[in-house]
């Protein structure tokens, strides 16, 4: 079987900058893989390159059977490029920010998508909507605005939304860091309860413990490359890497 993402020598440099030198990286289906690492060392870069927020510099990006190629060199071309879109029908990704429409409904940005994009009939849309505000537990909250939400619940939306595209792939970037401490554990109980249903997620995240007892498989980046992967277990119990276990020593 097809890996559901894999990257072969993934490279994206910023003038003389190269932030990514060198990914490569296969990831199966049913499987969560946290990366983590020092601030700096190219985590959220990966996810955007394979979401296309950002055009990789050099390298290959297969989802599923589906190479992605390069893209016209004018952003806007970029944006509304047919590949892209059809890319992103696939791949789900929740930012540090919520970005969700201040004046739409709950229901309404998550049915935008899957009406919009995948041509789903709304009727049919919203009854899955409302199944999603069930799973993040926000069925109450269908007919509220975003401003009217905590961070914790406008981030839950943000995951609904995302899995409402039904996704093969779920990025999510660092998506409790923007949150007050006590507004944490409710995404992250989300999270889990995805990765126990079997959503194959790449999780960028600063949560240790969360990689730790969740994920199947643990990525350490530092300096523009994966330097150690392994089960949580290899990687937080048993790592011979000195600079993961100095990360290690001042995350936990």
């Known amino acids: ?5 894999q990257i072969q020598g993934l490279r994206k440099s910023y003038g003389n900058h190269e932030i990514l030198k060198g990914v490569d990286l296969s990831v199966n289906k049913g499987e969560v893989i946290a990366v ?16 296309f927020l950002e055009e990789p510099t050099s ?18 071309a970029r944006t509304y490029h047919p590949q892209i879109t059809k890319l992103r029908t696939r791949v789900g990704m929740v930012f540090q920010q919520f970005n969700l429409w201040p004046h739409k409904s709950v229901l309404e940005n998550i049915i935008e ?28 909250k269908a007919d509220h605005y975003p401003a009217s939400l905590s961070g914790g619940q406008q981030q839950r939306v943000a995951i609904a939304r995302s899995l409402a595209m039904e996704p093969e792939l ?3 970037d660092e998506v409790t860091s923007a949150l007050d401490p006590q507004l944490v554990g409710e995404v992250l109980e989300v999270m889990t309860k995805l990765a126990q249903d079997g959503m194959t997620m790449l999780v960028v ?29 290899q990687v937080f119990r048993n790592t ?9 020593s001042s995350a936990l």
């Open 113 to 140: 998508g899957p009406v919009l994009l995948k041509k789903i009939p709304k009727e049919e849309a919203i009854v899955k909507a409302k199944h999603l505000l069930q799973l993040v537990k926000l069925a109450d």
């Open 59 to 76: 390298g290959t990006i297969w989802i599923g059977d589906e190479k992605v190629d390069s893209l016209p060199p004018k952003a806007k």
């Open 240 to 248: 011979e890497n000195e600079r993961t276990r100095r990360f290690l």
């Open 36 to 51: 983590i690492g020092p601030s700096g060392t190219g985590k959220s870069t990966m996810l955007r390159c394979i979401n």
């Open 170 to 172: 779920m990025l999510f």
């Open 205 to 233: 995240t600063h949560e240790m413990k969360f990689a730790e007892n969740v994920s199947s498989r643990v990525l350490f980046m530092d300096g523009g490359v994966i330097a150690e992967q392994g089960t949580p277990e």
């Open 1 to 5: 079987m097809k890996p559901v993402l």
